[in-house]
């Protein structure tokens, strides 16, 4: 930066082991995120003033609102979003349903939709919500009367061109169709159409784009093969462990074993399974589907997430929360890359461990960017009245994928830093020649 900044914060420590399916550790993202945006903006000599108006979201919004339970009673439910920044376009992030949801976890999140925006010369800003709450103890109507009352209460924040929400964890394009009628319903008659692109990640049916559901998962996949070429690793015949087996995880498995890479251990809230002989991840998803959950799969024998971290794989892919990466599981790991599908899986202290032990991690504003893609492929389909065909979407995102990562590549060796300090330095580049061009009103 160019003037004093305070010093960067030390890595966050690593706590105990957690029991399976917990959360690992409860460091704070948005001081984690915060820490990457300091280095990065070392590093290309940020101005002051920017800095300080990036290291604050624009809004913060909490609200509170009472649904109807099945048996009649009434329970009150936190909601929040969070709208980082939207000088490069529209607020854009996920809405997650979890009991550990958090106004700086939802922070910290925006932010990296920012930067994730950014890297990815997406025309959005940052945003990102969730409601505190188990979406697993909920029943199907309980879910649609609390996402239509969030809706209700976020109505006057949202907008087709000012926040678009989109699926995080917890969520899906269920959620997303009734986030969106929801809305429609309240815009006057005359508008109801032009306000369908309020939200992304919906159903086709209902106006989503085809390949949405699976860009994530593929978007991370574009950045692996794009990294064993330059490697000159050969993807076929290697092994994968994934940490959650939800919408990113499972798809990740699923457009991996196409290129013959095989899933030898998976976990998620409940716990951990292993099969070293391969896990098939379209029957799993289907196991996942029944049951909500891979731990019982008859072909995977149970084991501890110690043993997860700690399992003979070539590449790793955490695609559940967030922290789950400590120093700690940075020692254990044995893949030679690291993806991530999630978004802040990795602590300070664990990058530190897995830049000294050569293990490339391709960092979650480039991987796992298949998502908020296509959700602006979905956003400008829905503005055109457009329908674009599977073929398109797939080759539009591949293009886009591979440009920011040789981007993303190019800039890491010529800088001589890791991925992660690249990314983070691209998107705050853009931003800031934003910043510099328009200048800071009044
Ligand atoms: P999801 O709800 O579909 O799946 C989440 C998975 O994580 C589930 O398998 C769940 O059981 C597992 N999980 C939950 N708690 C866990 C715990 N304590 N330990 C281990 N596993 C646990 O969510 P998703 O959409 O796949 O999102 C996963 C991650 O990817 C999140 O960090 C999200 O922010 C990120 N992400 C998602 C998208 C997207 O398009 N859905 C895009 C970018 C990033």
């Not at 049916?205 to 991370?220: D, F, I």
């Not at 400008?380 to 457009?386: A, F, P, W």
């Amino acid at each position: 930066m160019s003037k004093k900044q305070p010093a960067a914060e030390s890595s966050a420590k690593s706590p105990a082991s957690p029991a399976p399916g917990e959360a690992a550790h409860k460091a704070n993202l948005n001081d984690t995120v915060n820490l990457h945006v300091e280095h990065a903006a070392r590093l290309i000599g940020m101005r002051e003033e920017i800095y300080n108006i990036l290291m604050h979201p624009k809004n913060e919004i909490i609200v509170n609102f009472p649904v109807r339970m099945d048996d009649g009673s009434y329970r009150m439910f936190k909601g929040y979003r969070v709208q980082h920044n939207n000088i490069l376009g529209p607020y854009k992030g996920g809405i997650r349903y979890h009991q550990d949801v958090t106004l700086d976890e939802c922070k910290g999140l925006a932010a990296a939709m920012t930067w994730k925006s950014a890297l990815h010369d997406i025309p959005f800003g940052g945003g990102k919500g969730g409601i505190k709450f188990d979406p697993l103890k909920h029943s199907r109507d309980e879910l649609e009367r609390i996402t239509r009352r969030f809706t209700h209460a976020l109505a006057g924040s949202i907008g087709p061109e000012y926040d678009i929400p989109a699926p995080d964890m917890g969520t899906n394009a269920q959620t997303m169709n009734w986030l969106m009628d929801t809305y429609m319903n309240i815009a006057g008659a005359l508008d109801k159409n032009a306000m369908r692109r309020v939200v992304t990640g919906k159903s086709v049916a209902c106006g989503g784009s085809l390949g949405r559901e699976a860009a994530t998962g593929q978007g991370v996949v574009h950045c692996l093969v794009e990294w064993a070429k330059d490697h000159r690793f050969e993807l076929q015949g290697k092994t994968v462990a994934i940490q959650g087996f939800g919408n990113v995880g499972s798809w990740t498995a699923k457009i991996l074993s196409q290129l013959g890479v095989s899933l030898v251990a998976t976990g998620d809230y409940k716990g951990y399974i292993a099969n070293p002989e391969g896990l098939n991840p379209h029957k799993l998803a289907d196991h996942v589907k029944k049951t909500g959950s891979v731990f019982d799969y008859k072909h995977g024998t149970p084991i501890s997430r110690d043993d997860f971290f700690a399992i003979e794989c070539d590449i790793f892919v955490p695609a559940a929360l967030e922290h789950e990466i400590s120093a700690k599981e940075a020692r254990s790991l044995k893949a030679k890359v690291v993806a991530e599908g999630a978004n802040g899986p990795t602590l300070p202290d664990g990058d530190d461990v897995l830049r000294e032990r050569g293990i490339d991690v391709l960092p979650d504003i480039l991987a796992n960017a298949g998502g908020v893609t296509v959700s602006y492929y979905e956003w400008l389909q829905n503005k055109r009245s457009e329908r674009w065909e599977a073929q398109e979407v797939a080759e539009r995102l591949e293009r886009s994928m591979k440009k920011t990562y040789a981007l993303m590549r190019d800039f890491a060796e010529e800088r001589k830093v890791d991925f992660r300090l690249a990314a983070y330095a691209i998107g705050l580049e853009r931003i800031q020649k934003a910043y510099l061009e328009r200048g800071i009103w009044p």
